[in-house]
């Protein structure tokens, strides 16, 4: 089973991993923070001092079409926040 999905980078998790040192993931929905905290220190070879977990639902949209009312719905997800010992870093952009 893969438990990191994918890294999440947005404004407010590149500022708290410059000054909190945490990093976002998507995680599979059956991780426990067990195993997200060996994953990532398997991954990128550094000691996780913290996990925190969400489990966001996944949301209706609808928008008004020529051809109609569209309705959809936006995929569910759990993410990780995860707090690393001082002096480690993860680089998502080293091998771009």
Same mark, same amino acid.
């Given at each position: 089973?893969?438990?990191?999905?994918?890294?999440?980078?947005?404004?407010?998790?590149?500022?708290?991993?410059?000054?909190?040192?945490?990093?976002?993931?998507?995680?599979? +929905? @059956?991780?426990?923070?067990?195993?997200?905290? =060996? %994953?990532?220190?398997?991954?990128?070879?550094?000691? #996780? &001092?913290?996990?925190?977990?969400?489990?966001?639902?996944?949301?209706?949209?609808?928008?008004?079409? +020529? @051809?109609?009312?569209?309705?959809?719905?936006? =995929? %569910?997800?759990?993410?990780?926040?995860?707090?690393? #010992? &001082?002096?480690?870093?993860?680089?998502?952009?080293?091998?771009?």
């Amino acid at each position: 089973m893969q438990i990191l999905i994918k890294p999440l980078v947005t404004e407010k998790l590149n500022e708290q991993s410059d000054k909190l040192n945490r990093f976002g993931f998507v995680v599979a +929905k @059956s991780a426990n923070k067990l195993q997200i905290k =060996a %994953a990532v220190e398997e991954m990128y070879n550094v000691t #996780v &001092e913290d996990v925190n977990t969400m489990v966001y639902a996944g949301k209706v949209k609808t928008r008004y079409t +020529k @051809s109609g009312v569209q309705a959809g719905k936006t =995929a %569910a997800f759990k993410k990780a926040i995860v707090t690393l #010992v &001082e002096g480690d870093k993860i680089d998502f952009y080293s091998n771009i």
